[in-house]
């Protein structure tokens, strides 16, 4: 332990909260069993996150937080000894200790942060659904429509792949004469119906709901280069954890894409991170800001996926920290989940507000000095009831205390600051640049394409590539290169044969090229791709 921690009150082992009549403070190796802040605007829940997140820095572990109004970003630069914050240190006997913390912002829209991205394959078809709000049949379609994609190899990397795809297994319903021109999807809309009654009505909903996402910015979070969870979980050149912060302002406006969002990184790290128990601090700390959009409208199959997962990551060693005003925001079997609890004020106007002191009240472990319902209207701002987990893991008797000042600056940066800390990020460059690899969309227009050729082009095959080539090569042994109108009925035959052929032998060389390229593409030819708890890739 260094010296500035001690002078701001840290331990190797617990984070310095707050003070009242005892001293608050949360055990690391107990952070990962998840905590939630809550209390009314103003009341001071920014505060209180952003002496977590430096406390949970300064002990090595990376924090992620959604800033909602831009008042974390000051994590980032040097504290200011302002009178009021000298006096609050004061009086809890601490010296006051300016500091500031590596901080990488990230941003949906590329604005204020490295662009997040994520592809629609990873997402998955149950938050996908959730995102469109899409009833149980047109989920259903969709869930079609992705083992489609995943058992033919057709990777789902941003919205036009999805729609292409959409399009595809769209029944054909026009009349064809013998000679009429073959349709080149006829295996993927055959796929589909395999699964069940695909209708045009429906795709035609999905596309629309597709829309309302674009227009929300949805073309700019799914693509590539996808988000590389991992880059989350640094540390800086002193051990220092990373602090993350997703610019969540003009994200806020979209608040399914957001809550969606935050449920897929949630996801993605249960998946994808190796079992820890319980370790003496967390990989990571997530901090969910307006956390009730999580759960707004969501059906109840998705509540249990919710729920299990955030019952399950506590074992990732990676603890969730929800942000919102009332308790009750929270549902119950997600609200038992939350071991470390700080709550701010809240204000009993109405019905609804008294019913939220009350369930907060019942949470908190009673402490006989304390009517913890009154307590909860009195609080004056910085001020909150406290109980973190202790011990074996229970949790202690709830305290009143004065929150902590934090080290580093309150309040928003300027752009010119947040430009200066991206242009010196570790990820710089990485993830700045969109890619447009081909996928799914690519591919159906080249299938069509082949289709579709003229009259003095190749037949068959895919209008190009290596499918074109050895499809060129085979159509001249067998005299089938010519327009299909002066096709001979041997011909015809020997076309057919043609393309039989040349799907096995061109099958064959994808494969091979599926099991050699590292890609993301390269992973998903030719086999099923296997989905987890809340339908987002395995990649096992």
Do not use: C
């Not at 500091?99 to 078809?125: I, L």
């Not at 969002?261 to 319980?278: K, Q």
């Not at 307006?290 to 506590?314: G, S, T, W, Y």
């Amino acid at each position: 332990m260094t010296a500035q921690d001690n002078k701001l009150g840290d331990t190797d082992d617990k984070i310095f909260v707050g003070k009242g009549d005892e001293q608050a403070w949360l055990t690391l190796a107990l952070a990962n069993r998840h905590g939630l802040v809550t209390g009314a605007t103003g009341t001071g829940k920014t505060v209180s996150l952003q002496v977590m997140a430096e406390g949970f820095a300064r002990a090595g572990v990376p924090v992620f937080a959604a800033d909602i109004k831009g008042d974390l970003s000051g994590i980032s630069e040097v504290g200011e000894a302002k009178d009021f914050i000298v006096k609050r240190a004061t009086e809890m006997g601490l010296t006051f200790q300016p500091d500031q913390f590596s901080t990488v912002f990230w941003d949906v829209f590329g604005e204020q942060g490295h662009p997040v991205r994520a592809t629609v394959t990873e997402m998955g078809p149950l938050l996908l659904a959730r995102m469109l709000d899409l009833n149980d049949v047109q989920e259903g379609v969709l869930n079609v429509a992705f083992r489609v994609a995943d058992d033919n190899g057709l990777a789902l990397i941003d919205m036009k792949d999805l729609r292409a795809l959409l399009d595809a297994i769209v029944p054909d319903t026009s009349k064809k004469g013998p000679d009429a021109e073959e349709d080149a999807l006829a295996p993927i809309r055959k796929a589909a119906q395999g699964f069940g009654n695909v209708t045009k009505a429906t795709v035609g909903t999905i596309q629309r709901q597709l829309l309302v996402l674009e227009n929300q910015g949805g073309t700019k979070f799914f693509g590539e280069p996808a988000l590389t969870l991992k880059d989350f979980m640094r540390t800086d050149r002193d051990g220092r954890g990373m602090v993350n912060i997703l610019a969540a302002d003009k994200l806020m406006q979209s608040p399914r894409l957001y809550a969606t969002f935050l449920l897929w990184m949630l996801s993605e790290l249960f998946e994808e991170l190796p079992e820890a128990g319980d370790p003496p601090k967390p990989k990571l700390v997530f901090f969910f800001d307006e956390a009730h959009l999580l759960f707004n409208d969501a059906p109840k199959a998705l509540m249990d996926k919710i729920e299990q997962v955030v019952r399950l990551i506590r074992s990732k060693g990676v603890g969730v920290y929800f942000v919102t005003q009332n308790p009750i925001d929270v549902p119950d079997r997600v609200l038992g989940q939350m071991g470390n609890r700080v709550q701010h004020a809240l204000r009993a106007f109405t019905p609804r507000d008294q019913k939220a002191v009350a369930a907060a009240a019942q949470t908190f472990r009673p402490n006989p000095k304390l009517d913890t319902g009154k307590v909860i209207m009195e609080l004056g701002k910085g001020e909150a009831l406290v109980s973190f987990l202790e011990g074996n893991g229970t949790p202690a008797m709830v305290e009143r205390v004065m929150i902590r000042p934090p080290s580093a600056r309150i309040g928003p940066i300027t752009p010119e600051e947040r430009k200066a800390i991206m242009d010196a990020s570790p990820v710089k460059g990485k993830y700045d640049t969109a890619v447009d690899a081909e996928s799914a969309y690519e591919i159906i227009q080249k299938r069509i394409a082949g289709t579709a050729a003229p009259a003095d082009g190749p037949a068959g095959g895919s209008g190009g590539g290596i499918l074109g080539q050895i499809g060129s090569i085979v159509g001249t042994i067998f005299g089938t290169n010519t327009g299909r109108n002066r096709l001979t009925t041997g011909q015809r035959i020997a076309r057919d044969v043609t393309r039989t052929v040349t799907g096995k032998v061109v099958g064959g060389v994808v494969a091979d090229l599926g099991k050699s390229v590292g890609g993301q593409l390269g992973g998903s030819v030719g086999r099923a791709l296997v989905r987890g708890a809340l339908g987002g890739l395995l990649r096992r």
